[in-house]
C-alpha cells in the first residue's frame, strides 16, 4: 500500500513537473524577430518610442551575419551599452516602410454611383474624400521581399493591399472586412478581390489567418471575417468562379476555428461546444515587448504565471480588443481587477460566437449553390448546434440579453459592451429580442458621439470613453434588422451621431480616425498602448457603408435629433 501511495505521488509530481515545464512554441521562429537576446536588448533600450518600429526594420545583410556581429559584440560584455546597441542597428537594419512600392488602385474612378444617395451636399463631399482615401491607403509589396523573406518580417502578399493605415503598415485581418465592403461601394471589385486572395494565401500557408501580415502574427489569428468578406464580394459580383475557388480554403479555416480555438462547456447537465480566442504561445509579444516584460514584472510569486499572462495577451490580441477590462477576471472569478488580470481565454465571448454561427449559415448557403448539398446540411446542422449552444450558456432571461460567460466561475458577465448584440447582427437568436432594449436601460446610448465599447474606464482602448467603428457598424447593422420599427430608428440615430463625429473630426483635423470619444464631439480615442492612428482603414469603410444606407436622411447639421432620440427612449424604456 506504502508503494503504491509513493507511485502515486511520484506519478503526480512527474504530472506536475511536465505541466510546469510545457515548452510553448515562440512567436515566430526568427531568432531576430521573434526571440534572442538581439530583439532582448533593443527593445529594453527603448532606442524608439514604439516596439513595434524595431521589429519591421529590414535586413541589410544575411541573418546569420547579423547574429554572428552581435555575438562578438557581447563578447566583450553580454550587455551592450545603448551607443553601441543603436550604431549596431544603423549598420544592419533599414528603417520600416521601404518594403513596399507606390501604387494607384487602377480600378479607382470619381464616380462610384453611392455618392449619388448621399442628400446633404456637405456629407456628400465628404464621402468623395473618403473614396478618395483608398488612393493613400493603397499599397503593393515588393518583389524582393518574395525573392529574400529571411530579410524581412513583412509576410510577402502576391495582390496589393489596402492597409488600416499610420502604424498599421501592413495587411490586417479584421479590419480588412470594413475596408472590403467600403472599396466595393467604391467599384473597386479587383482591388477586393486581391485583398481576399490575399487572405487565401495565407490560409494556404499557415492553415488559418494571421493577426496581420508580418511574422510576428503568425501564430495568433483575429475574429475570422473570411467568408463574411467573400459573401461581401461574391454579393456585389456573383462570381462563382471565385466562390468556387475559395470554398475549400473557407472550410479549412472553419476546421481550424473548431478544432483549436473551441472549447466544451457544461450547463444544466449538457455539454455545448463553443469558440474562444486562445494562443498557446509564450514569450512576450516582439511588437510589444516592453509592456509586456513590464506587466509581467509586477506579477507576485504563486500569482498566475508570466507565460500564462503572455498568453492571455495575445488572446487578447487576436479577439481584436486589445485591450479591454472585458478580458479581466480577478482572483474571485470577477469580471473586475486590472490589466495584469487578463484571461481572455478563460471567456467564452458573445461577439465570437455570433460570427461563426453567421459564419455556419454563409457557409451552408455557399455549399448550396455549388450543389454540394451533404456539406450544406452539415454547415446547418453546426449552425443548428451553435444556435443552442448560445441559447443555454449566453442568453440570460432576466436581463433579455446575451453576456460573455466565464469558465472560471461558471457565470456570465452581467455588463454592458456593444458586443453582447451581436446575435441581432449575425441574425442568430431564437428568443423575442424586444427586451434586449433593457440593455439601453445601462446608460449606453446616452453619449452624444457613438456608443462606448464598454462603460468602464480602464485607461485601455477598447473601454470607455472610446467608440470603435466596428462596434457602431455592428450594432447599428443588428438593430437594423430586427423587425420593429423602433429599433430601426434607434439604429438610424445611431448612424447619424456617428457619421457626425466622424464629420466634425474631418473637419477640425482633416483626418479619419482608429477611434473616437463618445464625449468628444469629433475627439479622437486615446489610452491604450499606442498614440491614436490616422488614415483609417475600417473608419472610411463603415463612414461609407452608413452614407450609403442611410444617405437620404443623414445631415452634417445638428438639428432635430436629439429630442426625436430622448422621445423613443422614453418609450423603450416603458416598453422593457
Ligand atoms: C566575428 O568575429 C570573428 C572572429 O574575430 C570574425 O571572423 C567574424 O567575421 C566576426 N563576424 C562579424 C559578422 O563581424
Ligand atoms: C491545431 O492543433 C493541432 C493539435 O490539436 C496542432 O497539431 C496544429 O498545429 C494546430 N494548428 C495550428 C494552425 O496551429
Ligand atoms: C436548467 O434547467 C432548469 C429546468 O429546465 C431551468 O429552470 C434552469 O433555468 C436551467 N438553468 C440554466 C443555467 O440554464
Ligand atoms: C496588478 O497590477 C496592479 C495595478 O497596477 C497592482 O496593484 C497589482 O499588485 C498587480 N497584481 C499582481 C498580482 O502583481
Ligand atoms: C496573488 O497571490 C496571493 C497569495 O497567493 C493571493 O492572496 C492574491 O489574492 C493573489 N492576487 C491575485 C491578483 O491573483
Ligand atoms: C441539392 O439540393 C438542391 C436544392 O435543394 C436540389 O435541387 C438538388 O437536386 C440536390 N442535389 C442532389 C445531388 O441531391
Not at 474624400?129 to 493613400?136: A, P, S
Not at 473586475?336 to 488580470?341: D, L, Q, V
Not at 475600417?538 to 432620440?565: E, F, I, K, M
Request: aromatic share 12%; proline share 6%.
Amino acid at each position: 500500500a506504502k508503494m503504491s501511495r509513493l507511485l502515486v505521488l511520484w506519478f503526480f509530481t512527474l504530472l506536475l513537473v511536465s505541466c510546469e515545464n510545457v515548452v510553448l512554441p515562440p512567436p515566430c521562429d526568427s531568432d531576430i524577430y521573434c526571440t534572442g537576446p538581439i530583439l532582448d536588448q533593443v527593445q529594453r533600450a527603448k532606442l524608439y518610442d514604439d516596439d513595434k518600429y524595431f521589429v519591421d526594420m529590414k535586413l541589410k545583410v544575411q541573418p546569420d551575419i547579423i547574429l554572428s556581429a552581435f555575438q562578438n559584440l557581447s563578447s566583450e560584455s553580454p550587455t551592450v551599452s545603448v551607443e553601441k546597441l543603436q550604431e549596431f542597428v544603423n549598420m544592419y537594419f533599414e528603417k520600416p516602410g521601404t518594403e513596399w512600392e507606390q501604387w494607384t488602385p487602377p480600378d479607382w474612378h470619381s464616380k462610384p454611383t453611392f455618392l449619388n444617395k448621399i442628400t446633404d451636399k456637405q456629407l456628400r463631399e465628404w464621402a468623395f474624400n473618403i473614396h478618395q482615401l483608398w488612393k493613400l491607403l493603397g499599397k503593393k509589396i515588393q518583389n524582393s521581399v518574395n525573392d529574400h523573406p529571411e530579410l524581412y518580417s513583412l509576410i510577402y502578399s502576391p495582390y496589393p493591399v489596402v492597409v488600416p493605415g499610420g502604424r498599421f503598415r501592413e495587411l490586417y485581418y479584421w479590419d480588412s472586412y470594413w475596408v472590403i465592403n467600403g472599396l466595393l461601394l467604391s467599384e473597386m471589385t479587383d482591388t477586393a478581390k486581391g485583398m481576399i486572395h490575399n487572405f487565401l494565401h495565407l490560409i494556404d500557408r499557415y492553415g488559418f489567418v494571421p493577426n496581420g501580415g508580418r511574422i510576428y502574427y503568425e501564430r495568433r489569428s483575429q475574429p475570422p471575417f473570411l467568408t463574411l468578406m467573400v459573401e461581401s464580394y461574391y454579393q456585389a459580383t456573383k462570381d462563382e468562379e471565385f466562390l468556387r475557388a475559395a470554398l475549400p480554403r473557407l472550410d479549412q479555416e472553419y476546421s481550424f476555428w473548431m478544432q483549436n480555438r473551441s472549447v466544451s462547456v457544461s450547463v444544466n447537465g449538457s455539454e455545448h461546444r463553443l469558440n474562444r480566442f486562445e494562443v498557446p504561445v509564450g514569450l512576450p509579444r516582439p511588437e510589444s515587448y516592453t509592456d509586456d516584460l513590464e506587466l509581467v514584472e509586477g506579477l507576485s510569486e504563486g500569482n498566475i504565471s508570466k507565460q500564462q499572462l503572455w498568453m492571455d495577451l495575445k488572446a487578447g490580441a487576436e479577439s481584436g480588443w486589445d485591450f479591454t477590462s472585458r478580458w479581466f477576471v480577478d482572483s474571485n472569478g470577477q469580471n473586475s481587477g486590472s490589466f495584469n488580470n487578463t484571461r481572455t481565454s478563460q471567456i467564452v465571448p458573445t461577439d465570437l460566437n455570433a460570427l461563426l454561427c453567421r459564419t455556419e449559415k454563409t457557409l451552408a448557403a455557399f455549399h448550396q449553390t455549388m450543389g454540394n448539398n451533404a456539406s450544406a446540411e452539415q454547415y446547418e446542422r453546426a449552425a443548428e448546434r451553435r444556435l443552442r449552444a448560445i441559447d443555454a450558456v449566453l442568453w440570460n432571461d432576466q436581463q433579455g440579453a446575451w453576456f460573455d460567460y466565464n469558465l472560471l466561475s461558471g457565470r456570465k458577465h452581467l455588463d454592458f459592451y456593444p458586443s453582447n448584440l451581436a446575435p441581432l447582427w449575425a441574425q442568430c437568436y431564437s428568443h423575442d429580442p424586444v427586451c434586449v432594449f433593457a440593455l439601453q436601460g445601462s446608460g449606453a446610448l446616452q453619449f452624444p458621439n457613438g456608443v462606448p465599447t464598454s462603460l468602464k474606464e480602464s485607461g485601455q482602448q477598447w473601454d470607455y470613453p472610446n467608440a470603435w467603428p466596428p462596434l457602431q457598424h455592428m450594432l447599428i447593422e443588428g438593430l437594423s434588422k430586427v423587425p420593429s420599427e423602433d429599433a430601426k430608428q434607434i439604429a438610424e440615430d445611431l448612424a447619424q451621431k456617428w457619421i457626425r463625429s466622424n464629420w466634425k473630426a474631418y473637419i477640425a483635423h482633416e483626418a479619419m480616425f482608429e477611434k473616437y470619444d463618445v464625449n468628444g464631439d469629433g475627439k479622437p480615442g486615446g489610452g491604450g498602448e499606442y498614440e491614436v492612428q490616422l488614415g483609417f482603414g475600417w473608419t472610411n469603410g463603415v463612414a461609407l457603408q452608413l452614407l450609403d444606407q442611410y444617405g437620404a436622411t443623414l445631415t452634417s447639421g445638428s438639428r432635430g435629433v436629439c429630442p426625436g432620440l430622448l422621445l423613443l427612449l422614453s418609450v423603450l424604456f416603458t416598453l422593457c
